[in-house]
């Protein structure tokens, strides 16, 4: 009983925690995104596609923040975890990645759209091989971590009810 | 199935998706660059290589379309966030193909770049949100079942 209440109240502390670390870094981030970054949506385009945009960047720095949270906070569940292998530590970077990205590879291409051709060109090539692949490659590594973890879990399950039945029989 | 005919059988069907999506790709989109300049040859075995990249990852993706459920099943958490999460890692895997051809294709068309950045970005914003989530809850089950 008191271990249950424990842990609700873990849990509670935790997303406490974590919505507290999302919104302060997303308080930063968002104004930042003005004084650092050239604007994704041209200063001409109609003030729908600006309010738009507007909702890009309030997303883009709640994803930062979620991700800065994550990171955080995921690393200790990590730690406790049974095994601690590679692919564990890639999935838990890979969300990670996912969650932090879109601030700076969102803004990367609109600096890359103010270069010349052959700027823009290298610029583009580079931003898609470091976050697109990126991004493909850490969606494979979570499936593969996922599935491995879950069919671990299951093989164990089976292995202690195959205990449990064979200590009913031998008694 | 065994391992080894479920392995085999992933591998068939991603490596199939990716090698028909890559021909397919370069028939259906034609990028538009740039004050419509063609692309220069150094950039070729990039373009080609992108190209790859997103063929196996929506191949990738339709395997575990077609396998992963199961297998998140045995999460034992709730069905819906394990839903959301099958869903999530299906979507990062069999987004790019059409994704980046649609950028390439789009130009500098502000409209067309608000429905990518909303279809796309931000739903892969929220899917990372949920795996996050989903992530962050089967790791602490994992640490809690070894810690008792």
Redesign the interface.
């Known amino acids: 009983m008191s271990r249950r209440v424990t842990q609700i109240a873990a849990q509670e502390d935790v997303r406490l925690k974590a919505t507290v670390i999302t919104l302060a870094v997303a308080a930063i981030t968002f104004p930042l995104t003005f004084v650092l970054w050239p604007p994704e949506i041209p200063p001409y385009a109609p003030d729908a596609a600006q309010i738009l945009g507007l909702g890009l960047v309030a997303a883009e720095s709640l994803a930062m923040g979620g991700g800065v949270a994550f990171l955080i906070l995921g690393y200790r569940a990590l730690k406790r975890l049974p095994v601690a292998p590679p692919l564990a530590i890639a999935a838990y970077l890979g969300i990670g990645f996912y969650l932090i990205n879109w601030w700076t590879h969102d803004h990367l291409h609109a600096v890359a759209d103010m270069l010349d051709f052959n700027g823009w060109l290298q610029m583009t090539v580079a931003l898609e091989y470091v976050f697109h692949a990126g991004m493909m490659v850490f969606g494979a590594v979570l499936a593969l971590f996922f599935a491995k973890l879950l069919l671990a879990t299951a093989s164990t399950k089976r292995v202690d009810r195959g205990d449990a039945e064979a200590g009913e029989v031998a008694s | 199935m065994s391992k080894f005919g479920f392995r085999w059988k992933f591998a068939t069907i991603a490596l199939l998706i990716g090698v028909v999506s890559i021909p397919l790709s370069l028939a259906i989109f034609h990028p538009v660059?740039?004050?419509g300049?063609g692309l220069?040859v150094w950039?070729l075995p990039?373009?080609l290589?992108?190209k790859i990249?997103?063929g196996?990852?929506l191949g990738?993706?339709i395997g575990?379309i077609l396998f992963?459920w199961p297998?998140?099943e045995?999460?034992g958490e709730p069905r819906l966030l394990t839903l959301l999460?099958y869903m999530s890692?299906s979507w990062?895997?069999v987004n790019?193909w059409l994704h980046?051809n649609l950028h390439a294709i789009n130009g500098?068309n502000?409209?067309g770049?608000?429905a990518i950045?909303?279809s796309f970005?931000?739903t892969?914003?929220v899917?990372?949100?949920v795996?996050?989530v989903f992530?962050?809850r089967?790791?602490?089950r994992?640490?809690?079942?070894?810690?008792v």
Do not use: C, N
């Open positions: 660059l740039p004050g300049a220069p950039a990039f373009f290589g992108m990249f997103e196996l990852a990738v993706g575990f992963g297998l998140l045995r999460s999460a890692i990062y895997l790019w980046d500098q502000i409209s770049l608000l950045e909303y970005h931000f892969m914003m899917a990372a949100g795996l996050a992530f962050y089967v790791i602490r994992k640490g809690d079942e070894a810690t």
